[in-house]
């Protein structure tokens, strides 16, 4: 009953192909953990109800294609992250990452989305407990 935490880097195609196959088999929740995969595993992921989490790397001036990909992730299933002690956001980028450093990403993605702080933070706080369903609401 617990979600499936994912980190996949270079096999999208692969891990898109095992996830569909297990998930039809016998549902299941998926975490999306520090995407920077492709668009089509997003979409493919996204229609299993997966949730995405979003790093520092969506800080970073050479990743306007995972800054693209987030903008069309689902509202409602989009968390944010460190991946400490790696992948500090700018402008912290080359320090060891630290979870102090999370409002740095929280800020990007809600520039990306169009989203107050206020709402950005709301939104991922939802779909954190809404994936993690037996930690309890404060």
């Known amino acids: 009953g617990l979600p499936l ?4 880097r270079e096999a999208d195609a692969v891990m898109g192909d095992m996830l569909e196959t297990a998930y039809a088999a016998a549902p299941f929740r998926i975490l999306m953990h ?18 995405f989490s979003v790093s520092g790397i969506a800080t970073f001036k050479a990743a306007q294609d995972v800054r693209d990909i987030i903008a069309e992730m689902p509202a409602d ?3 944010i992250e460190t991946d400490c002690p790696y992948l500090a956001p700018v ?8 979870p102090a450093y999370v409002g740095h990403v929280l800020a990007e993605l809600a520039r990306i989305r169009g989203w107050s702080l206020a709402e950005a933070e709301k939104r991922t706080e939802d ?7 037996r930690v309890p609401r404060p």
């Open 5 to 8: 935490i994912v980190h996949t």
């Open 34 to 51: 520090c995407y920077t995969s492709g668009a089509d595993l997003a979409r493919r992921m996204a229609a299993l109800g997966a949730w």
């Open 77 to 79: 299933r989009i968390m």
């Open 91 to 98: 402008p912290m980028r080359g320090r060891r990452n630290e």
């Open 127 to 133: 779909a954190f407990f809404d994936l993690f369903d």
